[in-house]
């Protein structure tokens, strides 16, 4: 396993990170609250990642949390 520390977990952190932001530009045609929880699972994967050191457990646990909270965020009318 690669130390977190390791500059090619950086590049693989930065990869997905890029990778992530490309596929939120796929969200034109997403409803709100699809958008929300797209938005709150990636948040919720490079928090859960970060707070672990890059663990995959972390990270995928962070991505679930964060897809149900953006799930649940609702544009006030």
Same mark, same amino acid.
């Given at each position: 396993?690669?130390?977190?520390?390791?500059?090619?977990?950086?590049?693989?952190?930065?990869?997905?990170?890029?990778?992530?932001?490309?596929?939120?530009?796929?969200?034109?045609?997403?409803?709100?609250?699809?958008?929300? $929880?797209?938005? !709150? #699972?990636?948040? /919720?994967? +490079?928090? &859960? *990642?970060?707070?672990?050191?890059?663990?995959?457990?972390? $990270?995928?646990? !962070? #991505?679930?949390? /964060?897809? +149900?909270? &953006? *799930?649940?965020?609702?544009?006030?009318?």
């Amino acid at each position: 396993m690669i130390s977190p520390h390791h500059p090619l977990a950086r590049r693989i952190h930065g990869v997905a990170a890029l990778v992530l932001s490309l596929g939120l530009v796929a969200c034109a045609g997403m409803s709100e609250q699809d958008k929300n $929880t797209a938005i !709150g #699972a990636g948040v /919720g994967a +490079v928090s &859960g *990642s970060v707070l672990t050191g890059g663990g995959t457990l972390g $990270t995928l646990g !962070g #991505a679930a949390i /964060g897809g +149900v909270i &953006g *799930s649940q965020i609702e544009e006030k009318k």
